[in-house]
């Protein structure tokens, strides 16, 4: 069974991933969620498959929530074979981390924090759960957005954000406190969740089925890349 952490596994991206690796039977699967009270699909189920999905509070963004969920998972499976940073922010509407002339340290440094800042402590929090684990990878859902060489106007704090986490793994891959881990970056698309909305081009479904795939084939040549969800390989 491959042990695997799932942050911002309630709904969108993650908990498609969460769903496929549980429906495919070879994964103890931590799903992280903010709120567990209310993560109703992640509720329904682990329900149907208590051995399989284990749910675990987990704000990116709380230390103590961190140590609790790397304290849980440790009691239950020893070691992680995969950590999947997967968490992240993109406001829209009123909060000013988009547009020249309405921008605020507060929002941009908001994103900046969740979407790159908590995956990196996180990793952190995960490394000796990894160093224990099999084959043990890191996995980084960035974006294209995060791609300097394919930036366009706009949407500076999300681009920033996905950029350093960018920067984060590729420290990450050459890091010598990280040996034996591979950390690879991967972009899931544009699909059709709460933050890519309803025009995007992708179905959940293929989304994270690329992305399992992708981190199921994952060895040391693919140390500190950068992919789309279907494996092929993105300029940074
Ligand atoms: N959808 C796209 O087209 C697209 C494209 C490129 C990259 N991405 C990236 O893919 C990842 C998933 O995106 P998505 O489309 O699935 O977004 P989503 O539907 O908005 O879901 C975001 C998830 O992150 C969680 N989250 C946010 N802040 C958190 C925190 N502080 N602690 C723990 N969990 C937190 C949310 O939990 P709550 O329910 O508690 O808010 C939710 O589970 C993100 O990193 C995003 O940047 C998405």
Redesign the pocket.
């Known amino acids: 069974m491959q042990r695997i952490l799932i942050?911002?596994?309630?709904?969108?991206?993650?908990?498609?991933l969460a769903r496929q690796y549980v429906a495919a039977g070879d994964a103890l699967v931590f799903a992280?969620?903010?709120?567990p009270s209310?993560?109703t699909g992640l509720k329904e189920r682990a329900g149907q498959a208590a051995d399989r999905l284990v749910i675990v509070q987990?704000?990116?963004?709380?230390a103590r929530?961190i140590t609790a969920a790397t304290e849980r998972i440790a009691a239950r499976a020893g070691a992680l074979d995969i950590l999947v940073?997967?968490?992240?922010?993109?406001p829209r509407g009123a909060h000013q981390s988009s547009h020249m002339g309405s921008l605020s340290a507060d929002d941009v440094s908001e994103i900046i924090t969740?979407?790159a800042v908590?995956a990196l402590i996180v990793t952190q929090a995960c490394r000796p759960l990894l160093s224990a684990g099999d084959n043990p990878r890191v996995v980084m859902?960035?974006?294209?957005?995060g791609s300097m060489q394919r930036t366009q106007g706009d949407s500076y704090a999300?681009r920033m954000?996905?950029a350093a986490?960018n920067m984060a793994a590729r420290v990450l891959a050459f890091d010598e406190a990280m040996a034996g881990i591979i950390t690879i970056t991967a972009?899931?698309?544009?699909?059709?969740?709460?933050?890519?909305?309803a025009g995007?081009l992708?179905e959940?479904e293929e989304?994270g089925s690329g992305l399992h795939t992708l981190i199921g084939g994952l060895t040391e040549a693919d140390q500190g890349k950068f992919y789309q969800y279907d494996g092929s390989e993105l300029p940074w």
Not at 7 to 16: K, Q
Not at 141 to 145: K, L, V
């Open positions: 942050t911002g596994a309630n709904r969108g991206i993650g908990f498609e992280g969620c903010r709120r209310a993560a987990l704000d990116v963004n709380d929530s940073n997967n968490a992240g922010i993109n969740t979407n908590a859902i960035s974006s294209g957005m999300y954000s996905k986490m972009n899931p698309g544009w699909v059709k969740t709460d933050m890519g909305g995007a992708l959940p989304s």
